[in-house]
């Protein structure tokens, strides 16, 4: 009787178990199909919309207006408007530049018709003509809301360099300069045409206000620049809170134009600044996101470091070229900037932290070539317009695809080709991974930026156009990724067993009490940990970047997931078991995912000279898999098990 009862129950149990398996499996597929159906929806909608390879559209909050068409946009890039004479002579005269890039023009005559703009266009590819040129245009001045004080300031630099009259209201502004300024917006003589200020100070200076309204109601207002519109809203990469209080200028200044400028704003982040803003209907035109001279690649770091590679690259196929090296904390760029001196580059680090004389003058020696690299925290960004980088590498890995896109356009605005290289590292994954803990969607953008990295076999223009919900056809990448340039250097493999394995090992930690970090978790895996621990683990014979790669793809897809502790001094990232990893008690369940081919040293090409050249093949990042398995490398191909 007894035997029958636990036969039942244990066979409750399984249908159990399996029902919840099922369960997950269905909210699997509801998310699956949630996220199809969106994108089936957004690719209806640029079918619609499209029209050449600039596709300009009209606001979808804007009903009663005929969406901005193809021939619309043929009419905005005509040259017979009445300003348009002197905007062409102004182009060459002061700006010194002799055609348009693409939608300049359009987005010109837009502004100069009075028609309200939102102006998406890749890092680098000359938003800041598109509102200064028609301040030069207009009777009195242009106010422009950027987010830095320091990118007002190179861009007040630049403007001065070509006898534009421009200046600034902040923090930092004497009482004598503001005052000069303040009596300057009201001054019919117009003494400059743009005025920068911090969205702060238009949320806080109630004397700025005034003398908007005054300026406003002399008709000297001629337009507001909103620089980096992005930052308007919470789903946009950079929010910033006083942006949300700039709604204040169009409903005081309904009849003043605006120009919202960003490099990456999905159409979500555009309608909530378009609300935001009190923007009535705006229309948005998007240049395609594509930069063509940019070549993409990701090298995965070898255990010890990367700054021997990073320094052959300068060396080598960088030589004599000015470029920019990312890095994650100001400590690093302190170190990276001194190992990369060590080794006869000259190299100086950039961070928020040092004195701004400091940072100008790095700045300076940079931009004047007598240094040829810079090791930059973040904090070396927006408004840094160097024409001739050739390379951007990022030491470690940005903290989501937005933050890349926008650092690595630091690159080739010159047009001319430039290479952007990520080096990806298991542990940075986690250093990102604790820093972003307190953003609402951090985990999620770092967990797209790691896909990225982790990626081999889909274009790295594909993945950033799907980021992007642009619409894209791989061919169009011309090879200028690694992967549509080498592609198919991996291996499809199953690691259900191996899957099943290495979520043992944290479950058997958790049944010890004991939390494990993922470098601990590698070791104890590997075979490497307490002696207690050994007994009972099945070690793996995989190598260390194997493991490390199997672990990335579990946290990824859920089988894993993080486990935050706060101390007052660090926050520490421990491996728990995901919502996933209950399936892999289902025999029937089964994970595969691609892995890159272990591949000898003397199989992998040196560096080339050329930047973004074809004959660049491989750089050093392109490690063996098993490049701590030193045994292993007498082989030329190992395919894994
Ligand atoms: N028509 C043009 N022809 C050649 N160069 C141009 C043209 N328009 C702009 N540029 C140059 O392109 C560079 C980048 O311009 P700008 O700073 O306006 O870029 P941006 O789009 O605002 O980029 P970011 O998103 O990084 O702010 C500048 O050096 C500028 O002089
Ligand atoms: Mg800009
Ligand atoms: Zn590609």
Redesign the pocket.
């Known amino acids: 009787m007894a035997n029958r009862t636990d036969d039942a129950q244990a066979e409750l149990d399984s249908v159990e178990a399996e029902l919840e398996m099922v369960e997950l499996q269905i909210s699997e597929l509801l998310e699956k199909q949630t996220k199809l159906n969106s994108r089936k929806n957004k690719l209806l909608k640029n079918l619609e919309g499209a029209c050449s390879s600039a596709q300009p559209s009209g606001s979808s909050k804007a009903p009663k207006q005929a969406p901005f068409s193809k021939q619309d946009l043929k009419h905005y890039e005509k040259s017979d408007f009445s300003w348009s004479k002197e905007v062409q002579t102004k ?1 060459s005269s002061v ?1 010194q ?5 693409p939608l ?1 023009q359009a987005a010109i005559n837009l502004s100069m018709s009075g028609k309200d703009l939102f102006l998406v ?10 509102y ?1 040129l028609p301040a030069l245009c207009s009777k009195g001045f242009t106010l422009v809301i950027a987010p830095l004080v320091s ?1 007002m300031e190179d ?1 007040l630099m ?1 403007l001065k360099s070509n006898n534009v009259s421009a200046v600034t209201l902040n923090a930092s502004s004497t009482k004598e300069d503001s005052k000069q300024v303040l009596a300057g917006m009201i001054d019919t003589n117009s003494p400059f045409k743009l005025l920068y200020v911090t969205p702060e100070k238009v949320a806080k200076s109630k004397l700025l206000m005034s003398k908007l309204e005054k300026a406003y109601n002399m008709g000297l207002l001629a337009r507001i620049a909103v ?2 519109v992005h930052c308007c809203s919470q789903w946009g990469h950079d929010f910033r809170p006083d942006y949300k209080l700039l709604g204040i200028l169009k409903r005081q200044f309904p009849n003043v134009p605006l120009v919202g ?4 704003a999905t159409s979500n982040v555009l309608k909530d600044c378009q609300k935001i803003l009190c923007v009535q209907e705006p229309i948005t035109l998007t240049a395609p996101f594509n930069r063509p001279n940019l070549y993409y690649e990701v090298c995965f770091k070898d255990n010890v470091d990367c700054i021997d590679q990073i320094a052959a690259l300068i060396r080598g196929r960088y030589k004599n070229q000015s470029g920019i090296v990312y890095v994650f904390s100001q400590k690093d760029a302190e170190v990276v900037a001194t190992d990369l001196q060590k080794k006869d580059i000259l190299a100086q680090p950039y961070h928020a932290n040092m004195e701004p004389a400091d940072k100008s003058l790095v700045h300076q020696r940079w931009s004047s070539k007598k240094i040829q690299v810079v090791v930059a925290t973040v904090a070396f960004g ?6 001739d980088v050739r390379f951007v590498i990022h030491h470690t890995i940005s903290k989501s695809i937005e933050n890349y896109y ?1 650092e690595s ?2 690159a080739g ?3 001319g080709p430039a290479d952007c290289i990520v080096f990806f590292g298991f542990m940075d994954i986690f250093r990102i991974s604790t820093m972003v803990v307190m953003e609402n969607t951090g985990q999620q953008k770092l967990k797209n930026m790691i896909a990225y990295c982790q990626n081999l076999d889909r274009c790295r223009r594909a993945m950033m156009a799907i980021h992007f919900d642009e619409v894209w056809n791989d061919k169009e990448c011309n090879q200028m990724c690694d992967i549509c340039r080498h592609g198919n250097d991996y291996i499809t493999m199953d690691i259900t067993q191996h899957a099943r394995d290495v979520v043992e090992v944290v479950e058997m930690a958790g049944s010890m009490d004991e939390k494990l970090t993922p470098l601990k978790v590698c070791d104890a895996w590997m075979g490497k940990g307490p002696a207690k621990r050994r007994k009972t683990i099945k070690v793996t014979s995989l190598s260390r970047l194997e493991v490390e790669s199997i672990i990335i793809h579990l946290l990824l897809h859920g089988y894993f997931s993080e486990d935050f502790s706060f101390t007052p001094y660090t926050t520490y990232f421990y491996l728990k078991l995901g919502p996933k990893a209950s399936l892999l008690k289902n025999g029937s369940h089964s994970i595969t995912m691609k892995m890159r081919r272990v591949v000898s040293p003397a199989t992998v090409k040196k560096v080339s000279e050329s930047a973004g050249g074809k004959s660049s093949a491989k750089v050093e990042g392109k490690r063996p898999a098993d490049s701590d398995n030193k045994k292993s490398v007498a082989k030329k191909v190992k395919t894994l098990p």
């Open positions: 182009l700006f530049l002799s055609k348009f890039r300049q266009m890749p890092t680098g590819r000359g938003k800041s003509l598109c200064q990118l861009q630049s620089d980096e400028l960003t490099a990456t927006m408004g840094i317009d160097k024409a926008q356009g630091r605005r010159d047009d």
